[in-house]
C-alpha cells in the first residue's frame, strides 16, 4: 500500500493552482442521467471517486469516457437500460446515492445499496427518502437494499429538518422532471449545489434559488446535453491555505472562489494571517505571529466540517488554547490520536476538541482515517521535526488529485512511496 513520506521544516514558496471541487463533479456526473443526451464536463479532478461514479454510471449502460489528458468527462445517457447499478461499485463510495433522485425522477424507479456508515458518523438517507415519499415515490427497504417506484413523481413542498447537502441535491434532482413545482425548504446552500443547478438549467431544466435556504423547481419534460466547467475546490485550496501557514510561508493560490473561501478567510485573518485577493489570485502570508481562536463548523455559509482536521493541526502549533466543535458528523475527530502522536497536545470533550498549543511538533507513522483527516496530517508533517509517514493515503487519493507533488513544487520535501 502506498504511503506518503514527508521530511517536516521546509519553507513553501511559489504557486499551486486548485482543482475543480469533488464535491461538485460527483453531483454533476449523477445529474447527467435526467437529460439522456451527451454531457460534457471539462477541467473535472481526476481524482478516485470520479473514476469510481463513472464505473457505477456504466454499469447503467451510459457511455462515459475520462479523459486524464483533457480532463474531460463525457457522458451519454442516451441508451441507459436499467436502474439498480452494480452493488460492489455502488459500496465502494457512499456518494454513489447521488444517482437515486435523477434515476427516479427519468425512470420512476431505483433500486440501490444502502450506503453503510463511514469513519466520521453514521450517515443515514433518511431525509432523502423523506423527500421522494413527499413528490409521490413509495419507498421499501430491505436486504441491504432501498427501492423507490412512482409512476410519476408529482412536484411538493419539502421542508428539510437539517440542510443536508445530498438530501437537497437529490430531492432537486428529483424534482426536475416531475409534474408541477417543488419547493425545498431549509435547503443546503453550498456553492456545489448552485454549481448543479447551474448545469440542470443549462441542459433546460427549471431550479431557481439554489446557493438559498428556499429552493423552487418547475418540473420539465424533457432535457438536452451541454457542457458545463464545475467550481473550484474551495476544500482543496483551504487545505493549501493552512499548509501555508503551518510553515510559515508565503504563497499564491491560483484558481479561488473569494466568496466560497469566505468563512475559512475570516477565521484565517482573526488569527493574524495576511490574505490579499486578487480576482481569483489568493496570495497567503502565513510567516506572522498568530492567535488561538474558537470555531464551530456549521453549513454554509459557516467554517466547513471538511475544513476541520486541518485547522485543528494548525492550532496545535498556536501558543494558548483553542476550542473546535463539531457540529455536522458525530465522529469526526478519529485523527486526533494520530496528531498526538505527533506531539500535539488535544483532548476531545463530547463534540469538541480542546487545543493547547505545542511548541512544535515532531515527525510520526500515522494513519489516515479518512480523506480530510489524511490531508490534515500531511499539513502537520510539514510542520514537523524530522519524518513523518501517513499510511492508508487511498482516503486521500479519493479527494486531492497529486497532492504530493503539488506541495514538492511549493518545495516541500514530500514524496509517495
Ligand atoms: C456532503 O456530504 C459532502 N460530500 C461531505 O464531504 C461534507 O462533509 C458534507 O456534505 C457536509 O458539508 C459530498 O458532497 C460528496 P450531509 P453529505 O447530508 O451530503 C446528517 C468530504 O470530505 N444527515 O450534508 O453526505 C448526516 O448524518 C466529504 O469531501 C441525516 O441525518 O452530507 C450528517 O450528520 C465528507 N440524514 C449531516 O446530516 C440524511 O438523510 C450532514 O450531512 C442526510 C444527512
Redesign the pocket.
Known sequence: MDTIRIVGGNKLSGEVSISTA??SV??LMASTILCGDKCIISNAAMLEDVFVLGNILKSLNMDVQIDENSKRVIIDSSKINNTDPKNELVKKM??SF?IMGPMLSKFGHFKISLPGGCN???????????GFSALGADITIGHGFVEAKAKKLKGNKVYLD??????T?NILMAAVLAEGETIIENA?E?P?IEDLARLINSMGGKVIGAGTETIHVIGVKNLKGTNHKPIYDR?EAGTFMIGAVLTKSKIQINGINEEHLKPIIAKLREMGVIIEIDNCILRINGDVDLKPVDIKTM??PGF???MQAQITGLLSTIKGTSVITET???NRFMYVQEMNRMGANIKIDGRSAIIEGVEKLTGAEVKAT???AGAALILCGLAAEGETVVSDIFHIDR?YHNIEEKFQNLGANIERI
Open positions: 469533488k464535491n460527483l453531483p457512499r456518494a447521488l466520521i458518523g453514521t450517515r443515514p438517507i433518511d431525509l432523502h427518502l423523506k437539517f440542510p443536508s447537502v445530498g438530501a441535491e443546503a453550498e456545489e476544500i453549513p454554509y466547513p466540517t471538511d455536522i458528523f458525530e479518512d480523506l480530510r479527494g
